[in-house]
């Protein structure tokens, strides 16, 4: 089957890589097709991609010496950091047209200065290895999420990513204070002098996060670090709603501006959670509708102890009535295990079987009421499912998932029911104001919904910036906006 | 002299106006000579423009028929607002060609929620104005600079304003939010619901923050509001040189996250600023080469004290070595009194003779170096000169001033001496990796030695983008980037 997946090379990119043969020697182009093959499949395997080879430069000159060839010979690149994508972002087309340009062994971390708390790092750099690097140093990258051990900084970049401390320290967006990329024609765009103000036109390296590699192709990026964590607090909390739970996060927020995660779960989503993960224990004993993962973190030992603060807090909220119960964790171990269930509940979500998934934000205020009204309106427009949303409740940002009907044929429901779900819930995200990608980006998942549902005034601003970064149409073709029809 | 720059309609000028009279009612568009007068200049009287008339809608769809208009009367329109550009921004080109597109009716905080910290705020705003309005719900808008009495939110989005506050809370890109815009083909962009992350593709609030109006009209704002000042410390204190000033800054930065502003200023600029300020005294008794001013503020009266802070920062400073004296204010009227000092010293440094000014900045961690290199390197140059800068050290921006010789001819030392001084001091910057404009915009100003002194691949992408999102050349042309040569 891999052989039968592996085209031919064109002409085309037969001599685009004899060109780039002596400029990338031979560790450079990969065109064995067991070495390629894990590339051309997103890791949910939803997306089958098809491509001859696959560039591996070793540093930003050989990647642009990559992409002017690529424009003089018409072939489109699909950038590649560690196949991380939710939404197909980096996957090839499944006609082969494409080479893979992997930025993996773009791996250096150029420098890190402590003091000023900026780093410049490559786009190969694996998240992981970040985090650890600024650790040596007395500092923290803050921001992590599940594929911490293969998103590449590139990847990162490039989709503006999210996680579990956006409430604190903001999206990719906030904590990148500059980026190199490979322009379109294979000129270098060197943005990475950290400029706490710099007015000089356009600002292109907002362009470029979150771009997904459709503008450039993001070769480094400076990044900001934070204080390390001197401590942290970790606290399980039952709450009655949505709306409580906010009032919650709002009063901590009056008193303090440490609490860097406020995760929001269904009882029915804990449960998941507990029967997926061996060895877990219910953080509460009772019963709640809502359970909550409340994390904050000190810099200085000098400050409040974060867990005392929690409990402070809580203690508070318990008498008010806002929380129905409440566990500060009293070790580590316990702290981890809090964050083990969390981190478990998309795996579980997943074992509960077929169901639509929303990657979807409102603003902050007005969650609440969506996250319950928009679980009732699907569950009533589609019998038998069910509803209900997990996440970021502090960002606007849930994770919204429709359960099929027990006893549906798996593959029925996805082929025919769920587009029209997705259409539906989209539809109920557009009308709160909100968007139908809050931090996966939209690749080619979401691409046409979000044709669909842009207003023409965004779309048209969309298109026009590609075609003018981008106008042999070579860097991503097809994520994110349709290629342009043929004449055009 | 007002008659004689008053051109005449032309008869594209005229058909759009015929057209959009019953639009905008006879308020909509201005006529009268006298009236339009004061909006042909800049305010400090660098540019003379020309236009036949003001357009003033009142509300954004009153801008896209504007817009619309004018796209399809290939009529060039320049938003202004507080007309209080630095670089020429905000004033017509001289030959009458395009109109003034007035945003100054479009005045109205459209919401304002404390709890969330979100305002929804028009464009022709007046700072000061919203400023106070933030405090009258318990917080405030945290950006100030010296022309908050007539600058709008529309001028302040479109050109990233900074001021004395980005220290702590960033320039005016950090404190927006979501931005409406109306689009070179009238359409109107809506990315006012504030998500916290959004992941739809290009960030097109982040490329109308800082174009300068060439992109499109700004009509409103969501901005981030920051919890009231329940406290402030203000400290003066003398330092031997700007080095040891950024050690201390990173020295408090180690303690506390409250630093809000820290100014630097030299002896003769702090002595021009005392000699321009009548009934001013100087804050501290002996001399020092170097002087500060910091302040710092609590949002809580829970939090420590931050005149108390100060002076125990600032007396382990003394005790340290790292300052050489320092004074507390000890009342809101001393406070007053050092951030007059602060906010003549523009007026006094004017007040010197003639002289060429930069606002410049480079990495924070080389500013102290760069300001001493590059006075010394411009004294060399260009014998005579006394160069030197003060201002938001911790922001790696300063406004640099090369002063003339003394007894020059003023005129022939603008016209011929000014433009190398100026080549010079850009290439220092650029050198440095630093921007020829932290705060004020390109405008027409900066304009030639922007496209002289940025990389090709900058140059590519901000014309490409420009030429893509105003095909036709209708938006403030001329600013921040030449139109293109005819027959493109």
Wanted: proline content about 5%; hydrophobic content about 50%.
């Amino acid at each position: 089957m891999i052989g039968a997946t592996t085209p031919q090379l064109t002409s085309a990119q037969a001599a685009m890589l004899a060109e780039l043969a002596p400029v990338l020697g031979p560790k450079g182009i990969v065109t064995d097709a067991a070495t390629i093959a894990p590339w051309l499949q997103d890791w949910r395997k939803r997306w089958q991609g098809a491509s001859p080879a696959i560039l591996t430069p070793a540093n930003t000159a050989e990647v642009a010496a990559i992409v002017a060839a690529a424009a003089r010979h018409r072939v489109p690149l699909v950038a590649q950091g560690g196949n991380s994508s939710m939404v197909g972002g980096a996957t090839p087309p499944a006609d082969g047209s494409a080479l893979i340009l992997s930025l993996r062994r773009l791996d250096r971390i150029r420098s890190i200065d402590a003091e000023a708390g900026l780093s410049v790092v490559e786009a190969g750099v694996v998240l992981q290895t970040f985090n650890d690097a600024a650790l040596t140093v007395g500092r923290r990258f803050p921001l992590t999420l599940g594929a911490r051990g293969s998103a590449t900084i590139g990847g990162l970049v490039s989709t503006n990513a999210g996680g579990t401390q956006v409430l604190r320290f903001g999206t990719m967006r906030g904590l990148v204070a500059g980026v190199e990329a490979v322009l379109a024609d294979g000129s270098i765009y060197d943005g990475l002098a950290a400029l706490k103000k710099d007015n000089r036109g356009y600002d292109l390296d907002h362009l470029l996060v979150g771009a997904e590699g459709t503008l450039g192709i993001v070769t480094a990026a400076t990044l900001r670090l934070a204080p390390a964590v001197a401590a942290r607090g970790v606290a399980w909390a039952g709450v009655s709603d949505p709306q409580t739970a906010l009032a919650l996060l709002r009063s901590f927020q009056r008193d303090t501006d440490t609490i860097e995660s406020f995760e929001i779960m269904p009882a029915a989503t804990l449960d998941a959670a507990l029967a997926h993960v061996s060895g877990s224990r219910a953080p509460l004993q009772g019963r709640h509708r809502w359970h909550l993962l409340i994390e904050a973190t000190a810099a200085t030992d000098d400050a409040e102890a974060p867990a005392a603060m929690l409990e402070r807090l809580l203690g508070a909220a318990l008498a008010g009535g806002l929380v129905e119960d409440a566990t500060i964790a009293v070790s580590e171990a316990q702290a981890e295990a809090f964050w083990r269930l969390r981190d478990s509940l998309s795996d579980a979500e997943r074992a509960r079987g077929p169901a639509v998934q929303f990657d979807i934000a409102v603003p902050v205020a007005t969650m609440p009421a969506f996250m319950q009204q928009a679980a009732s309106a699907a569950e009533h427009r589609f019998p038998g499912t069910d509803a209900s949303g997990f996440g970021h409740l502090g960002d606007g940002n849930i994770h919204f998932h429709v359960r099929a009907p027990e006893g549906v044929d798996r593959d029925r429901w996805y082929a025919e029911d769920a587009p029209v779900i997705t259409r539906f819930v989209h539809d109920l995200v557009d009308a709160a104001g909100g968007t139908i990608s809050a931090e996966h980006g939209i690749g080619q998942m979401k691409r046409d919904e979000l044709a669909r549902i842009a207003s023409p005034a965004r779309m048209m601003a969309l298109m026009a910036i590609k075609q003018a970064m981008d106008p042999l149409g070579i860097l991503n073709p097809g994520k994110l906006l349709a290629p342009p029809a043929r004449g055009q």
